[in-house]
């Protein structure tokens, strides 16, 4: 049997005490126009102005600045909150933050006015005091390490709710259970901690990491202010593995996400994310559930009992979702065999699919839906017991297994593939004494990441194509290139995730598959399909390639080839979309090509004619938004929109041999 081990990194935090909107400048000085408010420094370089009031009937005024002794006609423009340089208009009580320009310091200036250019008059403005120390950041140095296991670059206080551990390296065993925590005392310990969500707000064990920045935030309403130390701590050892100590009264911004409290109606709750909790209530043999989360618009939330009673389990579990579409509150439930959308095979239905769906009762009771602000909430409610075959029973003693995730709705209300879901155990006891563990959400802004294409295949005298399949690649992949939901898996096109394909009309293609041809296994069985849409069953789609008609008249796929797949073997699918990789390449190197040999591709041949639209998709005869567009031309020339991959790289060729041979030639 292994032995856990537990392991904590020490990190000593002093007392902060800066003020919650930064460090106060002072109140405006009113002369015109009713303008007001009380200016704080949040940084070096950012002010924020608290109840800021300004008619707007000034001719010519802007945010102005200066090294002057008083406000003049010598100074620059401060672009307004949102880093516009127009003239300003009216302001009602409202916060607003300004950056001064070109990397400009608060230090370097004496006064902010609103001030008319045009009359060279200043209708309101705030000094910067003499001796005045706005809040930055605190660099406290590396860790010193006492294992060869954990060492980092500089770790740094970004705010009073942020720090970020620079170029951490940290190495653990399989059976090591690895968390940050905080907590209060002179020496760290497993009384009264705190858990601290991981960069990408997981509560699990933390993973490997190889030189690697990793930002942390504080939960709920806990505060830099509020802690005595930061850890990954060594449980099972009790002592710690590096530390840094730092000066106390540091002087750092404030934190700028928004704190959302949510009013919980249930007794229990349990924070299974940074951003998704579960709260319950269990009265007589009916069981109340409240998912909670900092979810899209467009997204989904689910919630329920693994297939499996020892281990967190998709396959076999009994499962809730729920979501707001177009206002109105849906909660079903979900039968699971299979990952993949439900998909009917050889007339039997396949995957995550909907009780109703597959002839059953639904179990489950909608009661409420609310969307406040960024946070959703959807309560219903079912019997603690088995009312259908597929249905789990919620157990009145002991822990009970769990799942959860949440992940991107079709606009048809089907679900895609998970943004957030667990990996590890979780288990709750869902008949414990009440208590309520979940903490207020921080709603940071949601980072923009970069995809890594469009790819593009340009290439007049290339007639046929490799067609695999692989992981969809999450929000730098399949939905950043196309701003679509995935089912999870894309089509691999010549090795590339989901590339636009440029065709000529009255010229012959072909396709080959190798999507699986396996109609029993839904979660591998792609037949490789032409139509007019992403969706090759959508309601307005036709199929263009890729089908048949049996004498039944029922049309059946006819290029289906043994499957070939890339697919995760080191890294957590979870972390496609993170700095990990930065490139497309980055990312499929570190996947691995498999393919069966008991079978051979599926060829799909075809002829695009004028009567083809302009845009046609290739894509998965069962799944939607599996590949990606066809831009049908009558002559092909070279695109440079797109990441074009092979006319770019033959060009490329080309001009370095010519170039080689013409040095060649001059040198002889």
Not at 119 to 141: A, E, K
Not at 369 to 386: A, E
Not at 566 to 574: A, G, S
Not at 609 to 632: C, E, F, H, Q, R
């Amino acid at each position: 049997m292994a032995v856990r081990s537990w392991i904590w990194i020490l990190i000593f935090i002093p007392h902060v005490r800066p003020s919650e909107d930064g460090n106060p400048i002072g109140k405006f000085n009113v002369y015109h126009h009713a303008v007001g408010g009380h200016v704080f420094a949040i940084n070096e370089t950012s002010v924020l102005i608290k109840g800021f009031n300004y008619d707007g009937l000034g001719k010519d005024a802007y945010f102005w600045a200066g090294q002057s002794s008083n406000p003049n006609g010598q100074g620059f423009i401060i672009p307004d909150e949102h880093g516009k340089t127009n003239v300003l208009e009216k302001y009602d009580n409202r916060d607003i933050i300004l950056t001064l320009p070109d990397g400009k310091r608060i230090n370097e200036i004496q006064w902010i006015a609103v001030f008319d250019l045009s009359r060279l008059v200043s209708y309101g403005d705030v000094y910067i005091p003499d001796g005045f120390s706005p809040p930055g950041t605190h660099h406290l140095g590396p860790l010193t390490s006492r294992s060869d296991d954990v060492n980092s670059d500089d770790l740094e206080i970004l705010d009073t709710k942020h720090i970020i551990i620079k170029g951490l390296n940290l190495h653990r065993d399989d059976d090591q259970e690895v968390y940050f925590w905080v907590g209060k005392g002179h020496l760290p310990s497993s009384r009264g901690h705190t858990l601290i969500p991981d960069e990408n707000g997981y509560l699990e064990p933390v993973r490997i990491y190889n030189h690697e920045d990793v930002r942390l935030t504080m939960p709920g309403d806990i505060k830099i202010e509020n802690i005595d130390w930061i850890a990954v701590y060594d449980a099972t050892e009790d002592k710690p593995l590096a530390y840094a100590t730092i000066p106390s009264d540091i002087n750092v911004p404030p934190n700028l996400d928004k704190i959302e409290k949510y009013e919980y109606s249930l007794p229990n709750c349990e924070q299974l994310h940074a951003d998704f909790q579960i709260s319950w209530d269990v009265v007589g043999q009916t069981i109340t559930f409240e998912m909670i989360g900092v979810i899209e618009p467009e997204e989904w939330m689910a919630f329920g009992i693994s297939g499996n009673e020892n281990s967190s389990q998709m396959i076999g579990s009994d499962v809730a979702v729920g979501f707001i579409q177009n206002g109105k509150g849906y909660a079903y439930d979900l039968n699971i065999d299979a990952k993949a959308m439900c998909t009917t095979i050889l007339d039997v239905k396949h995957g995550v699919c909907q009780d109703s769906v597959l002839g059953h009762s639904d179990s489950l009771q909608l009661l409420e839906h609310k969307r406040l602000n960024l946070v959703t909430g959807i309560k219903y409610r079912r019997q603690l017991t088995i009312s259908e075959k597929n249905d789990k029973e919620y157990r009145t003693s002991g822990l009970v297994t769990v799942i959860w995730a949440v992940g991107r709705l079709f606009p048809n209300g089907n679900l895609g593939f998970h943004r957030i879901w667990n990996k590890q155990t979780k288990q709750i006891d869902f008949v414990r004494q009440p208590i309520n563990e979940c903490k207020d959400f921080v709603i940071s802004p949601r980072e923009l990441v970069k995809p890594w294409g469009p790819f593009q295949i340009n290439d007049a005298k290339l007639r046929a194509f490799s067609a695999k399949l692989g992981p969809s690649g999450g929000q730098r992949g399949y939905e950043g290139i196309t701003g679509l939901a995935s089912p999870g898996m894309s089509w691999y096109i010549h090795g590339y995730l989901a590339p636009e394909l440029i065709m000529q009309r009255g010229f012959t293609y072909s396709f080959r598959v190798e999507g699986g041809n396996s109609p029993q296994n839904v979660q591998s069985y792609h037949p490789l399909v032409i139509s007019t849409e992403p969706n090759a069953h959508g309601t307005r789609s036709i199929i263009l390639a890729g089908i048949e008609l049996t004498r039944r008249g029922q049309s059946r796929p006819t290029a289906a080839g043994r499957l070939c797949m890339w697919y995760h073997t080191k890294y957590d699918r979870r972390l496609d979309s993170s700095s990990l990789f930065p490139t497309f390449e980055k990312y499929r190197n570190s996947l691995k090509l498999k393919c069966e040999n008991n079978s051979e591709p599926g060829i799909l041949e075809f002829t695009p004619n004028s009567s083809w639209p302009d845009v046609v998709y290739y894509g998965s005869y069962l799944a939607p938004n599996m590949g990606w567009k066809i831009l049908i031309v009558d002559s092909i020339g070279y695109s440079g929109n797109a990441h074009t991959i092979h006319n770019y790289l033959q060009q490329l060729i080309f001009t370095i041999s010519l170039t080689l041979l013409i040095f060649r030639i001059v040198n002889y």
